[in-house]
């Protein structure tokens, strides 16, 4: 199967039409849903290519920042106990994650979350938090730091170890949010762009009683969910590191949006128009 239930739903295999999880997240626009995605047997690889010293997506690094080297976006304060580590835009350096997207099925997965039509790759992503880390991952939604707006959008987060605890958290139905949530620097806690007033404040979920959505996920397992979904995660207590990879894909009707400053992952030099098909 391509897919496989969130919870309740029934989930049709490859040539039975549009799946329920699909029928799902088009009814909501994009509400998160749970799936398994085979990458081809990959799982095992990719976890074993985010231990790997030499490579950017590894929690062995020695630096803390996020992103290119000289782009530094430290996300633990001096003194925090642990260390999250995250790293983009390795696909075209790293094969094991070319592979990963290219030689699996996950672009069908989700031109069928998002009702069909041509599929892009924004970017990827890896995130390893090492054991101890008990912070937490902030309340954020990614679009807002995105050059790109759309309905046809869809994170996959997809851990390479088991993870009971220190698991993707998602606020039911906020990608339907009249207002965008504001974009933060994690570490200060300010605003990534100027103009807050343009935003809506980063609410807290579990305070104001939001519906939250989270699964005890293995490898293999996805979690599916909108660009402007709010989302976090929890500290990773265990003594178990967290490795997870995901992708950001955008579907046909993905557009490019000028943003108030530099945008996360910034792609210099893109030459991209506003309204443009990126």
Same mark, same amino acid.
């Given at each position: 199967?391509?897919?496989?239930?969130?919870?309740?739903?029934?989930?049709?295999?490859?040539?039975?039409?549009?799946?329920?999880?699909?029928?799902?997240?088009?009814?909501?626009?994009?509400?998160?849903?749970?799936?398994?995605?085979?990458?081809?047997?990959?799982?095992?690889?990719?976890?074993?290519?985010?231990?790997?010293?030499?490579?950017?997506?590894?929690?062995?690094?020695?630096?803390?920042?996020?992103?290119?080297?000289?782009?530094?976006?430290?996300?633990?304060?001096?003194?925090?106990?642990?260390?999250?580590?995250?790293?983009?835009?390795?696909?075209?350096?790293?094969?094991?994650?070319? &592979?990963?997207?290219? =030689?699996?099925? #996950? %672009?069908?997965?989700?031109?069928? /979350?998002? $009702?069909?039509?041509?599929?892009?790759?924004?970017?990827?992503?890896?995130?390893?938090?090492?054991?101890?880390?008990?912070?937490?991952?902030?309340?954020?939604?990614?679009?807002?730091?995105?050059?790109?707006?759309?309905?046809?959008?869809?994170?996959?987060?997809?851990?390479?170890?088991?993870?009971?605890?220190?698991?993707?958290?998602?606020?039911?139905?906020?990608?339907?949010?009249?207002?965008?949530?504001?974009?933060?620097?994690?570490?200060?806690?300010?605003?990534?762009?100027?103009?807050?007033?343009?935003?809506?404040?980063?609410?807290?979920?579990?305070?104001?009683?939001?519906?939250?959505?989270?699964? &005890?996920?293995?490898? =293999?397992?996805? #979690? %599916?969910?909108?660009?402007?979904? /709010?989302? $976090?995660?929890?500290?990773?207590?265990?003594?178990?590191?967290?490795?997870?990879?995901?992708?950001?894909?955008?579907?046909?009707?993905?557009?490019?949006?000028?943003?108030?400053?530099?945008?996360?992952?910034?792609?210099?030099?893109?030459?991209?128009?506003?309204?443009?098909?990126?």
């Amino acid at each position: 199967q391509l897919l496989r239930g969130a919870r309740r739903h029934l989930v049709a295999g490859p040539g039975h039409g549009i799946s329920p999880v699909s029928r799902s997240y088009l009814a909501g626009f994009g509400r998160v849903v749970r799936c398994s995605i085979r990458f081809t047997g990959l799982a095992s690889r990719l976890a074993s290519t985010a231990s790997r010293p030499s490579m950017a997506a590894t929690a062995e690094m020695s630096t803390t920042g996020i992103g290119r080297p000289g782009q530094p976006m430290p996300t633990l304060k001096s003194g925090e106990a642990g260390r999250f580590f995250d790293d983009y835009c390795n696909w075209d350096r790293i094969p094991e994650f070319r &592979e990963a997207i290219f =030689g699996s099925r #996950v %672009a069908e997965v989700a031109s069928r /979350l998002m $009702g069909g039509g041509k599929v892009q790759l924004f970017h990827d992503h890896v995130l390893v938090k090492e054991p101890g880390t008990a912070k937490p991952t902030p309340w954020h939604s990614d679009g807002p730091y995105y050059f790109v707006a759309g309905r046809q959008t869809v994170s996959f987060w997809s851990p390479l170890d088991p993870v009971p605890e220190a698991t993707l958290r998602c606020v039911a139905g906020s990608h339907l949010w009249a207002k965008d949530v504001l974009p933060t620097r994690w570490l200060a806690g300010t605003g990534f762009y100027p103009g807050e007033h343009d935003y809506m404040p980063v609410p807290d979920p579990e305070a104001e009683g939001m519906r939250i959505l989270d699964w &005890e996920l293995e490898p =293999g397992d996805a #979690v %599916a969910f909108h660009f402007r979904t /709010l989302h $976090g995660a929890r500290g990773n207590t265990t003594d178990r590191r967290r490795r997870a990879f995901s992708l950001r894909l955008v579907g046909e009707d993905a557009r490019y949006v000028e943003r108030p400053g530099p945008t996360s992952p910034p792609f210099a030099g893109h030459g991209m128009v506003a309204g443009q098909r990126l």
